[in-house]
């Protein structure tokens, strides 16, 4: 069975940063697209970046240039790198991962909690 387990979150000062982690078991993350969304306070949940089989890459606008997702499949873990993090970034942030295509079996995490607040 396909579990994700979301970690790293915190409350942090505007600019600065914090790495994301997203472990997943139960089977080889190679096979998986991942995504990285959030939910901030109030709103819909968003999508934030996402990674291919392949390691290419996409952002949403309002994080291009100050995130990354990555991925290493020896670890079967999921990252994403936050840097020059503002309040606005204040949201619950899920990995998500779908086996061997976009629309393939979906799977997602429980969350983890950024806030950044001066």
């Known amino acids: 069975q396909v579990q994700l387990v979301e970690s790293g979150g915190g409350l942090v000062q505007p600019g600065g940063s914090l790495r994301l982690s997203c472990a997943h078991s139960?089977?080889?993350?190679?096979?998986?697209?991942i995504y990285w969304h959030r939910q901030p306070p109030g709103k819909q949940r968003e999508l934030v970046a996402t990674i291919d089989r392949d390691g290419s890459t996409n952002y949403a606008d309002f994080v291009k240039g100050r995130f990354t997702i990555s991925r290493d499949s020896a670890k079967n873990t999921a990252y994403l790198q936050m840097n020059n993090l503002k309040p606005e970034d204040t949201a619950m942030y899920y990995c998500?991962?779908?086996?061997?295509?976009?629309?393939?079996?979906?799977?997602w995490g429980q969350g983890t909690q950024v806030t950044v607040s001066a």
């Open positions: 139960g089977s080889s993350l190679s096979f998986y697209y």
């Open positions: 998500k991962t779908n086996f061997l295509f976009p629309g393939g079996a979906e799977y």
